[in-house]
Each structure stands twice: as structure tokens, then as C-alpha cells.
């Protein structure tokens, strides 16, 4: 199972879901290949927002080594699942020509549909402590329907 996060940037909401999708998929040795990406390519190379890197950090999760980089329809046929964490990421992905049935939206999972907002909105870091705990617990419901362990 091939899975792909896609946020604007990647720099800070999908650079978190990849980071902790792997962290579980490691710990119960799931078979998965999981990766982010933008949909807006304005970031590329960069490395992680501040804010994100230290919220992980604070989650014992390293992701200062990751770069940003812009996602790429042929990738449709790499994925077979492409989560968006807002609804202007599916429109986005959308406009690019995926799939529409590969398209999933984070907030699908154990989240009532809602948008993981993007962090630049808050005026504080406590901003990204929220975007952390709606995107751990995205994945984990993501991870509990697609691999049917029990995540805990
Ligand atoms: P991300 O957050 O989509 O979670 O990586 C953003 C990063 C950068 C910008 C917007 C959102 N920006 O406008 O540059």
C-alpha cells in the first residue's frame, strides 16, 4: 500500500502526517511506502517549517532532515491512496487530473470530515500542537481501516 499526504506547501502539515504514518508503519512492520508532497511547489527544497520541526521534536519524532517538493500527477499511478488535509488540497489535486477515487481527505478519518487547517493561520506555536494532535489522530484511524491493526 502506497500512501501520499499532500498539503499547499509541505512544509508543515503533510511533512508531519508522512512522519508519523512512518513511525507506525515501523512500529507494527506494516508493508507501506508512505511519502508528502505540495500541491504548490513555492517551498521546494526547503526544509520543515519551525514549528512543525518542533512540535515532532517534542513527539520524539526527527523530521529536520526532510525537503519540501511539489507533487506531480504521474504520481496518480504510483499511490494508491492520495490524502489531502484540506478541501482546497482536493480541489487542487483534483485541477491536476487524479483520480478522483484515490482522493482521500485526512479529516475522513476519525476527524468528522473537518479540514486540518493550516498552521500559518494561528498566531502562536500552540497552533501546531493542534495541527500535531488533529493529524495523529487522522493517521492513526487511517492506519487502524487500511492495515486493520489496532493503533494505540
Ligand atoms: P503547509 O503550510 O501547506 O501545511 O505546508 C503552508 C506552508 C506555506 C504556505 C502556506 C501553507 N505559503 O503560503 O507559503
Not at 512540535?55 to 491512496?81: L, M, P, Q, T
Not at 506555536?125 to 487511517?142: D, R
Request: hydrophobic share 40%; proline share 3%; with cysteine.
Amino acid at each position: 500500500m502506497n500512501i501520499l499526504f499532500v498539503c499547499l506547501g509541505n512544509i508543515c502539515r503533510s511533512p508531519l502526517a508522512e512522519a508519523i504514518a512512518k513511525h507506525y508503519v515501523s512500529k507494527f512492520g506494516l508493508v507501506a511506502s508512505i511519502d508528502s508532497a505540495g500541491t504548490s511547489g513555492w517551498h521546494n527544497g526547503e526544509t520543515p517549517c519551525e514549528g512543525s520541526i518542533l512540535v515532532a521534536k517534542k513527539h520524539h519524532i526527527d523530521i529536520s532532515g526532510f525537503r519540501s517538493r511539489k507533487v506531480s500527477v504521474y504520481e496518480d499511478s504510483v499511490f494508491d491512496i492520495i490524502v489531502a488535509m484540506d478541501q482546497a488540497n482536493v480541489r487542487d489535486l483534483l485541477e491536476m487530473g487524479f483520480d478522483r477515487s484515490k482522493i482521500r481527505k485526512l479529516g475522513e478519518f476519525g476527524l468528522e470530515n473537518a479540514d486540518v487547517p493550516d498552521p500559518y493561520h494561528y498566531k502562536n506555536n500552540e497552533g501546531f500542537e493542534c495541527v500535531y494532535n488533529m493529524i495523529e489522530k487522522g493517521v492513526k484511524h487511517l492506519i487502524q481501516q487500511y492495515f486493520k491493526v489496532s493503533v494505540e
